[in-house]
């Protein structure tokens, strides 16, 4: 059979080049132009090479930010991952209470990033707000704008209250996904409850703890928002993630080489976590049958 | 192992049932015999599973109590019964290998090291698993995983009962009757009591020695297969066993006859009934069809091949009358039937009446 040569079918595609072009492409190849050139002003460029990124990969300021993104990620992951099977498993499995917990845990989700931010910035001022209020009248010294500590425990308790959640929900879902009988079952093998944790509830949450896993890390990786609002980055450099780094660099100090540079290093990272996660994703749930003998 | 009697037992979901129709679970007095094999038939929702959950101890029966070798039980929890139950759908330990879940519960009971082993291994031979022991449990297929579950109840060799709650419902066709076959095996070489809950006729008939047929709560007969087969005590269990099932039709009974509409039918013996909702139960297999004058005419609806047999759906005064063509006889362009007469029940209110009674 002869194929039908039609070359009006490129027409189709052309919206969503456009489309894409514009939203992806474009920006991007400006990002990649900046980052191999320089300039001195008068929308003059020359050609840069590698040097940029040879900078980035060697400056102290860029392997700090990524330092704390990772330590952010972990803090984050240790207390969230473990406070949310815990909250899961406390939840009703049926009952009027069930839709109640549901909304009150999705609450905190609902909330945009930047009113996060504000929310806790006003909570934790010491002469309006709450809990900095209270902390100081207990006789703390407690001042997020000027403890490094402060700070970092102010962040930290922020994104468990926003996010914590997303955990609970992800594993509640597992959980209530178990068929009665497990429980039954391991009633009847004598389980302990500790038991039915270990063997029932923790390998059948397998699935959904791996997707709240590296939900949870992307998003702290990329965390850019709420430290912005609450410390601006401060004190000092403490707060300083890469994100906000990036945007210091870029607007603030207008160094469109290198921070295009590390914006792109910055992308590379989050896209390897990506694909890492999309990988993962794919394979979660696909029990190998292996064995399977016809006989 | 151990005898379990049904004392006056009797169930409802609700907190305050008021009358029978509140009970999922009607009253109900039996004794199971150490060592049988028994199954409970019925359709969905005729209070099988709870029956066997009170068993297993995972419900609290509302009335009655239930005893293991004359010892009460009722309050019991499932762990302290002493029982192994295998349900629906197989439930394995996923993370841990074959051998593992076969230990899982005599680790959970303190048993000895090289006693585990030894049952452990004793068993993986008993269900033919020797191959996969050490492999993961969730790769296996599911009536290999059925038989794990299965054996997580019998490597407790003092199991007092192993009840099955439609263990085959996931299983591949030609599995099953592997796994039926298997099961029958093991309670030959351990004889458990093993309670067999089904709603598949097939599998409780070549299962168990005795059957209990329940419907809508109540258990309306107990008998062995042949029992439930030529005497349903209920017109439930004569439809509800043999295929297609025994037919009924609505009757008057006047000493040893019954009429159908204008039809009158000689019965084998005089019934005394009275009156009040009367009908003749006649199996399929004991409907003859023939040409001509000899029996009463009926009219054809339909006939059905079943391979070795046919089905014939045919009218009689309006009312749906199935027989049974064995292979090779004809369909009669006039048709009429004839019914062996000692086989025909009557019935009174939907129960058997016994012949003089």
């Keep these: 059979m002869d194929k039908p040569y039609n070359n009006r079918a490129w027409f189709l595609v052309i919206p969503v080049f456009l489309l894409v072009a514009i939203s992806a492409i474009i920006p991007i190849m400006t990002v990649v132009n900046y980052s191999v050139q320089d300039t001195f002003g008068n929308n003059q460029f020359f050609w840069a090479g590698t040097e940029w990124f040879e900078d980035v990969l060697r400056s102290e300021r860029f392997w700090d930010a990524l330092g704390r993104n990772l330590m952010f ?64 009248n207990l006789g703390m010294d407690y001042n997020y704008a000027s403890d490094v500590f402060d700070a970092w425990a102010t962040i930290i308790l922020m994104d468990v209250w926003h996010w914590t959640s997303l955990v609970v929900l992800l594993c509640y879902a597992g959980l209530v996904s178990i068929p009665e009988a497990y429980y039954q079952a391991a009633k009847i093998d004598g389980a302990s409850k500790w038991a039915v944790f270990r063997f029932i509830q923790l390998p059948k949450m397998r699935g959904v703890l791996i997707i709240a896993f590296l939900l949870r890390f992307m998003d702290s990786f990329m965390i850019y928002t709420e430290p912005f609002v609450l410390t601006g980055g401060g004190p000092g450099n403490s707060t300083t993630f890469m994100s906000i780094d990036l945007v210091k660099q870029a607007v603030g100090q207008f160094d469109l080489g ?27 749930g696909v029990d190998k049958v292996d064995g399977r003998v016809e006989d | 192992m151990a005898s379990i009697t049904l004392d006056k037992l009797a169930h409802s979901y609700l907190s305050n049932p008021k009358t029978d129709a509140d009970f999922a679970l009607k009253e109900i007095d039996y004794e199971w015999q150490d060592g049988g094999a028994y199954a409970l038939l019925g359709p969905s929702g005729c209070g099988k599973t709870t029956l066997l959950n009170i068993i297993s101890g995972l419900l609290v029966p509302s009335k009655g109590q239930i005893k293991f070798n004359g010892q009460d039980v009722t309050h019991l929890q499932p762990e302290e019964r002493n029982i192994a139950q295998v349900f629906q759908f197989p439930v394995i330990y996923d993370t841990m290998t074959v051998r593992q879940n076969l230990a899982f519960p005599l680790i959970n009971r303190r048993v000895p090291k090289d006693e585990i082993s030894k049952r452990v291994n004793e068993m993986i031979k008993v269900l033919d698993l020797s191959d996969k022991a050490d492999r993961k449990a969730r790769g296996l297929t599911a009536d290999e995983k059925q038989k794990i579950s299965l054996g997580r109840g019998l490597v407790r060799y003092d199991v007092n009962a192993i009840l099955f709650d439609e263990p085959l419902t996931v299983i591949d066709p030609h599995m099953k009757w592997q796994l039926r076959t298997k099961l029958k095996e093991i309670h030959r070489q351990l004889g458990h009591t093993m309670i067999y809950v089904t709603h598949d006729q097939t599998e409780a008939l070549t299962f168990a020695d005795k059957v209990v047929v329940m419907y809508e709560g109540e258990v309306v007969q107990i008998g062995t297969p042949e029992e439930l087969f030529d005497k349903p005590a209920h017109t439930f269990v004569g439809y509800f066993i043999g295929s297609p099932g025994m037919n009924v039709l609505p009757c008057r009974i006047a000493g040893s006859t019954a009429s159908v509409g204008n039809t009158t039918i000689e019965l084998a013996h005089a019934y005394n009934v009275s009156g009040a909702k009367t009908e003749l139960g006649i199996r399929p297999e004991f409907v003859y069809l023939s040409a001509g004058k000899n029996g009463i005419p009926v009219r054809i609806d339909g006939v059905e091949n079943i391979g070795r047999f046919k089905i014939v759906r045919a009218n009689l005064e309006g009312h749906a009358i199935n027989a049974v063509l064995r292979e090779g006889e004809a369909v009669p362009a006039d048709p009429a039937v004839k019914f062996e007469t000692k086989r025909i029940n009557v019935y009174e209110n939907s129960h058997l009446v016994r012949a003089g009674g």
């Design chain 1, 73 to 136: 990620s972990a803090i984050i992951l240790i207390i969230e991952i473990p406070l949310g099977i815990a909250i899961a498993l406390t939840m009703p499995k049926k009952g009027i209470w069930v839709p109640v917990c549901l909304v009150l845990m999705a609450l905190p989700l609902l909330i945009p990033w930047n009113v996060v931010g504000t929310i806790w910035q006003i909570f934790g001022r010491s002469d309006i707000g709450l809990l900095g209020y209270t902390l100081d």
């Design chain 1, 258 to 284: 290198p921070a295009a540079a590390m914006s792109l290093v910055y992308q590379l990272m989050v896209l390897t976590v990506c694909y890492v996660f999309f990988t993962v994703m794919s394979n979660v």
